[in-house]
C-alpha cells in the first residue's frame, strides 16, 4: 500500500507521564518531512480536541521546539479520561471526514486501546481509509505486549532516588519509615523502590505489591521480624494492595474512619490515608508487642510527584522518542492499524527493539508483575526484577558509605 | 593564640538534609593535613557517640571516600535529637580529657547550637581549653544570622522541581492540586514551590505560610477566584499553619476524628492529615457554591523525601562544604567558640560569604521569612523571594512550551 494525501493527528489521554511529549513527538519528526502528509496536527485534551475541532498545528512548531517539549513532563497537548460513546464515535469520523485526516496516534493506556479500536471499527464499517495508531504509555507499566511501557522507567527512577535517601534518612534515626507508591493493580512501579538499594542491609527492606494477596497480621510480624534486626525498617507499599478476598486493605483498617461517597464507596485512593493507617497499626502492634516503647514511624504517599517528576530517564526518554517515529514509520509503510510497544531483546547489555502488535491484544487488558519478580513471602522482590528493572532507570545520583570498620580504639 | 595540639570531633544532629555530610567533611578536609591534630573523629549519633565512644577514624578513610559520602544525602555519622542534660555534659567533658580531644564541631540546627554552648560553659568553668564550632544546618532555614542554612538550597531544589511537574500534570485535567511541605514556623521551604514556575500563569497559584495567619474562609475564596480564571488550581502550604489565635489548623478543621496522644495532643505532621482536610474542606465548599459539579482535587504532603532526595543543589554543596573548612579555619587560628553562617554579598551575580558569630545569637531562637516576601493578602510570595531564592537552588529541569497561538484554522 502506498501513502495517502492527508492529514495527521496525534492526542494524550489518561494520566501523563515524564516522557509522554516524547510518544507524539516522535510520531511528528516521523511525518514531518513527508511530503504526502498534508498537516500535523496535535489534539488538545485527547479525543475532546477531535470532537470539537482544537488543533495545534504541530509542524508550525519547528523541530527545536518540539524537542524541547519533549524533554518536558506531563503533557502539552493536555489530556482527558472521556471514553467516547457511539454516537461520539461517529462524529470524531464526521471530523476526519472534514478536515481530510487520515492518520491517527493516540498516546494512552489500554482504555485509549479500546478508543481506537472501536474508531477503527467505525471507520471500517463506513470505508473510510483510515491509518490508527496506538503509543502505548503509562507509568503502571501495565500493558500487555510491552516488556515496560513508555513513563515507567522514568517513575521508576524517581521511586528508585526517592527510596535510597529515605532509606539513608531512615538509618540516621532508626523506626519506621513506610511509603505508598501508585500503580493501581500492577506493583512495577512499587517494586521499582528496590532498585535504588545501596548495601545488602538497606531499604526498602520490605515490599508489598497488589499481586500478593496481603494479609495485615503477617505485615506487622515481616516489619516485627526487620525491626529486631536494624531498630529499623523501610517498607515500600502499592496503592492497590487487597487482602485474599480483594477487601482493599484501607478498607479493612479504617472502615468506621472513612466517609462513603454518594454511591457507597470509600475513596481509597489520592489521600494519604493508606499510609497513615498502616502506620497506626505498626505502632500499636510494635508497641503492645514490647518490642519499642514508643515507635518512631512515619508513611509517606509518593503521591503525582511520581509521574510528573521531571527528571527522566535517559533510556525511557530515547525509547519513548523512537517508539513515536516506529508508529509514524509503520503507518507511513501502509500498515493500518496497531498499538506499537517495546519488546527486550537482552539485559545485559541491555537492548530493545519496536514491534507492531494488533490493537485488540492491548485493550482493555491489565499485565502484572511476573511471579518471578516476588519473593515467595509475598514481602519482596526477587533479583529477577532487580535484574529486569536496572538497565530503565539509567545511572541513579552516586553515593558514598563511610567505612565503619575502621573505629577509633577504645581507651 | 596557638593551635593546640590534640583530636578532633565532629558530629552531626536533628534531621538531616542532602548535604550535612558536605558540612562535617569540610571540617575534616580543613583538618586532615594538620600535623598537630593527631586524630580526626566522627562521633556516631550526635552526642551520643561521644557519651558511649563510638567514634570512627575519619582520617583514615582517605580523601576520595570523604569526598563521595559528601555527596551522599542524610547522614553517614547518624543523628540523634538527644538533648544533655548537666549530667551529662559532665561526662563529655570527660571523654574529651580522656581522648584529649581539643576540637568539637557539631553540625545541626539550633538545638544543636544550645548544646554546644552548654558544653563550652561546662569546659570552661573547669579551665579545659576546648575549641566548640557550630556548623549551621536546617532544610526550614530558619536559623538566625544565616541568609540562608546548609541544607536549605538542595531541599528547595527538589520544591521547585516538584511543583514545576505538578503544575504541568494538573494543567492536562485541571482541578485542584494541593501539596503540604516542611519547614515547621518557617516558611522558606513553602516558599521555594514557587521557584519552579515557568509561565506567569503556572503554579503555584497560592502559596501559604506559617508566618501569616490562615483563615480558611478566606483560603476558600482564593482558590475559587483562581478557579473561576485557570479552571484550576495548584495550592503550596506549610504544615505549620495556624489561624489568628496559633491554633493549627488541622486542629480546627478535623477536631473530632483526631485521635489525641497520651498528653492530650493532637498530632499535627508526619501524616497525609492536614493536605486531606483542606483538600476536602476545599471539595464542599467550591461543590457547594457550584463552582463545580464534581471537584477533580489531589492533596499530597510532600514529606521525607524533601530533605533526603539525592539531588543536590550545586551551589549548597559548595557553599557547605565551604563553611565547614571555614570553620575548621576558625578553629585552627585560635578562636576559641562560635557558629559559623552563610552570608550574602550580592543577588546577581550571586556572591556569599561565611562569618564566624556568636554561638548565643543562633542558640535556641527561629528566623522567620521576611516581611518583604510574602505579598499583602498573605496567599503567595513576592517577587523579593524569587530574587533571593533563584541563585540557591541552581538550574532547574528544563522545559519546552508548545505555541498553542499556532492554532489549525476551524473549518
Known amino acids: ?134 503509543v502505548a504509555k503509562t507509568v503502571d507499566n501495565d500493558l500487555m505486549e510491552n516488556d515496560h511501557t513508555p513513563g515507567y522507567a522514568s517513575a521508576a527512577r524517581y521511586v528508585a532516588n526517592a527510596f535510597r535517601g529515605v532509606d539513608m534518612d531512615n538509618k540516621c534515626f532508626g523506626g519506621v519509615y513506610l511509603g505508598v507508591c501508585m500503580g493501581r493493580h500492577a506493583g512495577f512501579l512499587t517494586a521499582a523502590s528496590a532498585l535504588g538499594r545501596t548495601t545488602p542491609d538497606s531499604g526498602p527492606h520490605l515490599v508489598y505489591v497488589p499481586e500478593k494477596a496481603f494479609d495485615i497480621d503477617r505485615f506487622c510480624r515481616d516489619v516485627e521480624a526487620v525491626y529486631n534486626k536494624y531498630d529499623r525498617c523501610v517498607i515500600a507499599v502499592s496503592e492497590g494492595i487487597e487482602d485474599k478476598n480483594g477487601v482493599p486493605i484501607l478498607q479493612l483498617l479504617s472502615a468506621d474512619k472513612l466517609e462513603a461517597d454518594s454511591h457507597g464507596n470509600v475513596q481509597l485512593s489520592g489521600t494519604g490515608a493508606l499510609a497513615d493507617a498502616l502506620v497506626d497499626k505498626l505502632k500499636s502492634y510494635l508497641q503492645e508487642r514490647g518490642v519499642v516503647k514508643k515507635l518512631r514511624a512515619r508513611g509517606d504517599t509518593l503521591g503525582y510527584i511520581q509521574r510528573s517528576f521531571p527528571d527522566q530517564s535517559s533510556v525511557d526518554y530515547e525509547e519513548t522518542l523512537g517508539l513515536g517515529e516506529f508508529a509514524a514509520k509503520k503507518a507511513l509503510e501502509g500498515n493500518i492499524d496497531g498499538s506499537v510497544a517495546i519488546q527486550r531483546v537482552s539485559d545485559d547489555p541491555y537492548k530493545s527493539e519496536y514491534k507492531l502488535v494488533p490493537l485488540k491484544s492491548v485493550a482493555g487488558k491489565t499485565r502484572h508483575l511476573p511471579d518471578a519478580h516476588v519473593n515467595a513471602e509475598g514481602n519482596n522482590v526477587t533479583e529477577a526484577f532487580i535484574k529486569w528493572g536496572k538497565p530503565l532507570v539509567g545511572g541513579l545520583y552516586p553515593f558514598g558509605l563511610l567505612d565503619t570498620n575502621r573505629m577509633v580504639n577504645k581507651q
Open 1 to 134: 500500500m502506498s501513502i495517502i494525501k492527508g492529514n495527521a493527528v496525534v492526542f494524550t489521554q489518561g494520566g501523563p507521564t515524564a516522557v509522554i511529549n516524547a510518544s507524539w513527538v516522535g510520531v511528528v519528526l516521523g511525518l514531518m518531512d513527508v511530503p504526502e502528509i498534508t498537516g500535523i496536527y496535535g489534539s488538545l485534551n485527547g479525543i475532546d480536541g477531535i470532537l470539537h475541532e482544537n488543533f495545534v498545528d504541530l509542524r508550525a512548531q519547528g523541530r527545536d521546539r518540539l524537542i524541547a517539549v519533549s524533554k518536558t513532563p506531563a503533557t502539552a497537548l493536555l489530556s482527558t479520561r472521556h471514553k467516547p460513546k457511539d454516537e461520539e464515535n461517529q462524529k470524531m469520523l464526521e471530523m476526519f471526514k472534514k478536515y481530510n485526516i487520515r492518520y491517527v496516534f493516540g498516546a494512552g493506556g489500554n482504555d485509549t486501546s479500546e478508543s481506537l479500536d472501536l474508531m477503527n471499527d467505525a471507520a471500517k464499517a463506513q470505508g473510510f481509509e483510515l491509518r490508527l495508531f496506538h
